[in-house]
């Protein structure tokens, strides 16, 4: 995850706040939850198992936690056990001695070590090596370890919080985990539910997202049109946080210099995009009546060519070349017309007007 919820969000602009919870952007019950857990636990050194499907944001959880604490003053490391080759696990979690193996040419601290007296972070513990997780069990027991090749007792003071998209209950009976590591680490367990399961959190997430995305490339405020935030709210998320971000940064790149995003930015645009192909129901053909009260031609005609112009981009999944052809236009009226969409102030163009109109003021 790009460090995802990691930034202040609007809820940080309240000064009752407490900074730790700009790390948890939403208002869901599931969020008021998790603010409350991490609350009363944070002063603990009590040990923290995080559970949830990939993308949820374990990290970011690991993170507030560390933050709301009192070791919040030293970093907090994080180690993704994944990303260890097997071989030099033990290495880089508990150090070694000068010559301890091939390669070893001088003597090097280990992750405990760096995290004493702050936070170590252990991302995906269920790929640990067994090897390692005996070693690992005598840390929590007792806080201390030795380094590969020396004999040197070491003592740490180290809260440890792990994290697993796997069921760690599951590997134990598999004889996958170690069971009395899986007691350790399971003091305080945390399950973070899917983004499918706290959709309200969808509009916080997706503006704070969104201004990240502007500011970080320098570029105006965007926002996202109702029918797009319609769109996303129906999706399914199965890469929950993580692929809600990843989203974002298409559709804003997709959006070139328009200031809204809409929902065909976010649909697919190539083979292994993240999003299925929208099938956003577009406006119904006005039917009107010219009453005694008269109409405002130019409105109603101005709403049925936006239906239009929705339906052949829904159609034809975001590509306006495609959408111009079903409407027998040129790409470049289509564009235009789009652009009209989105500034009301600028010209109306009518569908049957001189082609030559590619542009508008």
């Known amino acids: 995850m790009i460090t ?12 009752t706040v407490a900074p730790w919870r700009r790390f948890l952007i939403g208002e869901s019950p599931a969020i008021y939850q998790l603010s409350e857990i991490i ?54 979690l508990f150090g070694h001695a000068k010559g301890a193996f091939t390669g070893a040419h001088m003597s090097r601290i280990g992750r405990f070590e760096q995290a004493h007296r702050s936070t170590i972070f252990l991302d995906e513990i269920g790929d640990l090596p067994s090897e390692a997780q005996g070693k690992l069990l005598r840390v929590l027991q007792e806080q201390t370890f030795e380094r590969i090749g020396s004999s040197e007792t070491v003592r740490v003071d180290v809260r440890v919080i792990a994290a697993s998209n796997i069921d760690l209950e599951n590997a134990v009976r598999d ?26 959190d969808i509009p916080l997430l997706l503006d704070y997202f969104l201004q990240k995305t502007c500011a970080f490339e320098g570029l105006p405020p965007k926002q996202v049109s109702d029918e797009a935030l319609d769109f996303l709210m129906a999706q399914e998320w199965p890469g929950n946080v993580r692929q809600l971000e ?50 405002d031609f130019d409105q109603v005609v101005s709403d049925f060519e936006r239906s239009l112009v929705n339906q052949a981009l829904a159609v034809s999944g975001g590509n306006k070349a495609r959408a111009a052809d079903l409407l027998r236009i040129k790409r470049t009226t ?15 163009i009518s569908i049957r007007e001189n082609e030559r109109a590619a542009f508008c003021a």
């Open 334 to 348: 289509l564009l235009a017309k789009m652009k009209v969409f989105e500034d009301p102030k600028s010209q109306v």
């Open 175 to 200: 004889r996958r985990f170690r069971e009395d590591l899986f007691y350790r680490l399971n003091v305080v367990p945390i399950h973070l539910i899917p983004l499918r399961e706290r959709r309200e």
């Open 4 to 15: 995802a919820l990691e930034q202040s969000s609007t809820q940080t602009h309240d000064k």
């Open 39 to 92: 609350e009363l636990i944070a002063p603990k050194r009590i040990t923290v198992l995080v559970s949830g499907e990939t993308g949820t944001g374990k990290e970011v959880v690991a993170r507030a936690i560390h933050a709301a604490s009192t070791r919040s003053a030293l970093p907090m490391v994080a180690v993704n056990c994944t990303a260890l080759p097997a071989s030099l696990v033990e290495s880089e």
């Open 246 to 295: 990843h989203a974002v940064q298409m559709a804003f790149a997709l959006s070139g210099d328009r200031l809204t995003l809409t929902a065909q930015d976010f649909t697919v645009r190539g083979r292994h995009a993240s999003l299925a192909s929208v099938n956003v129901p577009a406006p119904h053909r006005p039917l009107v009546t010219v009453g005694r009260d008269g109409i």
